[in-house]
């Protein structure tokens, strides 16, 4: 599996579905945006009455050898630190995944660094970190197939113990060098508009950070096939990612997206088949600057925006509330036939 076939939206129940969301008993369209994302969830499940069933917050954990250039104000023994907190329960996206009824696992795609057995734990270790993508690499494409491969599994797992929704996130020191690495190289947008300050750098540090990465471009050179980009920048977590929307878009479970290094992989799996783009909801726009520019390429709408930049899934999991209500009105509202109340003349 490394091109999975996506099925279309149900369109032919469009019709229906506007109809079932303007015979709710409220003013036509007055539920606003929530409106859209009732409609979506609609032709994604092929339904009426779409349901959000065991959702999964997943959080995607990798290392990368170009954080040993300082691309990261955080050392790279943060990443094996922080899955130990998420195994734990201890981080933001614990708290929120426990607040909203989310089933939390932590994918070990790449992370440099043992890890104990965890029932929340997927260990599925590609390799200790990627190469320095500075100086080769980052990874073989025989260990991009491998992240695609194992993220199928993964997503099929889940799938058929009957969850319909995928939450993504992820955690590795460096990450937000590769996300702005894969945009820049498939968007075609300069670099210096594809990177931010990451886990916090200062100014200096930022034009640090930009230089190494145009040295990384240059080593490379132009690159516009998507599984290449992967190879050249890695990571395994991205890769894996990446794997995991397309793998959900096949099997119809809605891709809950997330900050900019989650919608880095969205591009790249956008790129192998955009038919993914129709099963994704974009949950919000974080404060590193390219993300909102990334999510309006990909012609997604964010539900919030509160200046996150964190991670993790944490500002998808603070959207998730708002996509269950879309389907809770849909299929829960009264109508106007049902409650008896008079309709616009
Ligand atoms: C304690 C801590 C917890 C985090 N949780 C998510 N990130 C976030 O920061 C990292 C990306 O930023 P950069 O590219 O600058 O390293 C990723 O791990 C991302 O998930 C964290 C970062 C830190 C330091
Ligand atoms: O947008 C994100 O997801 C993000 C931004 C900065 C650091 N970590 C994650």
């Known amino acids: 599996m490394t091109n999975p076939t996506i099925p279309p939206l149900s369109r032919e129940l469009e ?3 506007r109809a079932a969301i303007d015979n709710k008993t409220k003013p036509p369209g007055s539920l606003g945006r929530l409106e859209e994302v009732a409609l979506r969830l609609g032709l994604m499940q092929g339904t009426l009455a779409p349901e959000l069933r065991a959702p999964a917050s997943l959080v995607f954990a990798g290392d990368h ?3 040993d250039e300082g691309v990261s104000p ?3 023994a943060v990443t094996v630190q922080m899955v130990l907190n998420f195994l734990a329960g201890g981080a933001a996206i614990n708290v929120f995944a426990r607040q909203h009824g989310l089933h939390l696992k932590v994918i070990d795609a790449g992370v440099a ?3 104990p057995e965890h029932p929340d734990l997927i260990a599925r270790k590609v390799m ?7 100086r080769e690499p980052a990874m073989t494409p025989a260990e991009v ?3 695609f491969a194992h993220a199928d599994r ?3 797992d889940l799938h058929a113990r009957g969850c319909n929704a995928v939450i993504f996130g992820e955690m590795g020191i460096g990450n937000t060098s590769i996300a702005s690495l894969l945009m820049s190289a498939l968007t075609g947008t300069p670099l210096e508009d594809c990177t931010g300050r990451g886990a916090g750098h200062d100014p200096a540090g930022l034009a640090r950070k930009i230089d190494i990465l145009k040295r990384v471009q240059a080593r490379h050179g132009p690159i516009t096939d998507p599984r290449a980009a992967l190879a050249a920048y890695g990571g395994c977590e991205v890769a894996m990612m990446a794997g995991a929307m397309l793998s959900a878009a096949s099997r119809r479970m809605l891709v809950m997206n997330d900050g900019f290094i989650v919608t880095s992989a969205l591009l790249v799996a956008s790129r192998i088949n955009p038919a993914v783009l129709d099963y994704t909801i974009f949950g919000h726009t974080s404060a590193e600057g390219a993300h909102p520019k990334l999510v309006s390429r ?7 925006a509160l200046d996150l930049r964190l991670g993790e899934g944490t500002g998808a999991a603070l959207a998730w509330p708002l996509v269950m209500s879309a389907a809770a009105f849909l299929r829960e509202m009264a109508t106007f036939e049902s409650a008896k109340i008079s309709n616009r003349e």
């Open 128 to 134: 200790p970190g990627t190469r320095n993508a500075l």
């Open 298 to 304: 990909l012609g997604g709408k964010p539900l919030i």
């Open 65 to 67: 050898g170009l954080a």
């Open 145 to 147: 197939e491998l992240c």
């Open 113 to 115: 660094g043992a890890l």
């Open 154 to 156: 993964i997503i099929g």
């Open 74 to 76: 955080f050392p790279k």
């Open 15 to 17: 019709p229906a579905l």
